[in-house]
T-cell receptor, first 115, second 108 residues
Framework: ETGVTQTPRHLVMGMTNKKSLKCEQH?????MYWYKQSAKKPLELMFVYSLEERVENNSVPSRFSPECPNSSHLFLHLHTLQPEDSALYLC??????????????FGEGSWLTVV | QKEVEQDPGPLSVPEGAIVSLNCTYSNSAFQYFMWYRQYSRKGPELLMY????GNKEDGRFTAQVDKSSKYISLFIRDSQPSDSATYLCAIKVNQFYFGTGTSLTVIP
């Protein structure tokens, strides 16, 4: 139990579907993240939110749309995905962003398969 | 040049062996160093965290940082089959940078 909960754990979707990934953190942190993890690649940062405001968007395709309604919840809305988007999507949180010393805590991830 | 370099392995050792996992980094401004363990089909779990040069111990795990060489290591003593996982190093100054992970198998 890391304090970061992701649902669903597994998702299979067609290229024309719309689905959402949900993340909730119970750590009282101010920053939340979406990462993509593909085989043999480093974690790819997708989005960063600090106090519900997006502070970083690493040139992610518009078919991925994040939403952060409050500092405890984060969503990733998915639509018209491609097979190469199949990966493990990890939500994470940390107390702060920026140079403040802190660590990052991950959820269990959502395995996404696009068919 | 990548910010963080990590040998992907795979690394296979007999039970009870001492395991050494290593990463190098390029930016001397990096201040915070972490190791994560990731079991198959799970999210990364924080193992160790340090911000200074030298060693930090936690049970069978020792994290070592050499800032002059820009080199960090994780040592696992008396390795167990339950240690079989992928180990990720992570480094931070204003954002987090992750290695690709080293896959470790401990054979009973």
């Amino acid at each position: 139990e890391t304090g970061v909960t992701q649902t669903p754990r597994h998702l299979v979707m067609g290229m024309t579907n719309k689905k959402s990934l949900k993340c909730e953190q119970h750590l009282g942190h101010n920053a939340m993240y979406w990462y993509k993890q593909s085989a043999k690649k480093p974690l790819e940062l997708m989005f960063v939110y600090s106090l519900e405001e997006r502070v970083e968007n690493n040139s992610v395709p518009s078919r991925f749309s994040p939403e952060c309604p409050n500092s405890s919840h984060l969503f990733l809305h998915l639509h018209t995905l491609q097979p190469e988007d199949s990966a493990l999507y990890l939500c994470a949180s940390s107390r702060y962003t920026g140079t403040a010393g802190n660590t990052i805590y991950f959820g269990e991830g959502s395995w996404l398969t696009v068919v | 040049q990548k910010e963080v370099e990590q040998d992907p392995g795979p690394l296979s050792v007999p039970e009870g062996a001492i395991v050494s996992l290593n990463c190098t980094y390029s930016n001397s401004a990096f201040q915070y160093f972490m190791w994560y363990r990731q079991y198959s089909r799970k999210g990364p779990e924080l193992l160790m965290y340090t911000y200074s040069s030298g060693n930090k111990e936690d049970g069978r795990f020792t994290a070592q940082v050499d800032k002059s060489s820009k080199y960090i290591s994780l040592f696992i003593r008396d390795s167990q089959p339950s240690d079989s996982a992928t180990y990720l190093c992570a480094i931070k100054v204003n954002q987090f940078y992750f290695g690709t992970g080293t896959s470790l198998t401990v054979i009973p």
